[in-house]
């Protein structure tokens, strides 16, 4: 990838770059006990948010800025590339964060119907749009 295909990402994402770097900070940082955090499974629940709100984040600036969708970089950006980050988050956490979070396998799989449900509600809402440019 070079530097134009680059500078044309974050140009044309901007949204889903702050998203990525959002999940990014708050995966990396110690986080205060509070109140929520005796929910049950409120971890669980917000790796599912994160990743859900991202693809479809990433969807809708996909649709605003075309008029037909490429599955096969749509596929790589809205699906793989979540899915490989998801993973690399809980990889750094087990090995970079010096104990201060931990990696978890059932977070991944929280990221993973995180990105499911953003397909749900992303794919449909990107061909919308999609139809709207073409108008």
């Not at 790796?47 to 996909?62: A, D, M, P, Q, S």
Request: aromatic share 12%; hydrophobic share 50%; with cysteine.
């Amino acid at each position: 990838m070079n530097c134009s295909s680059l500078r044309h990402l974050f140009a044309n994402y901007p949204f889903s770059w702050c998203c990525i770097v959002f999940i990014w900070v708050l995966c990396l940082i110690p986080l205060p006990e509070t109140p929520l955090s005796e929910v049950r499974f409120f971890d669980k629940w917000t790796h599912l948010v994160f990743y859900g709100g991202l693809c479809t984040v990433i969807w809708t600036e996909y649709g605003r800025r075309h008029s037909a969708i490429n599955w096969k970089r749509a596929v790589m950006g809205a699906i793989v590339a979540p899915l490989i980050m998801g993973a690399l988050i809980e990889v750094v956490q087990a090995t970079c964060t010096f104990g201060i979070r931990s990696g978890d396998v059932i977070d991944w799989v929280a990221d993973a119907v995180g990105v499911a449900l953003g397909q749900v509600i992303g794919i449909p809402l990107a061909h919308w749009l999609a139809r709207r440019n073409k108008g």
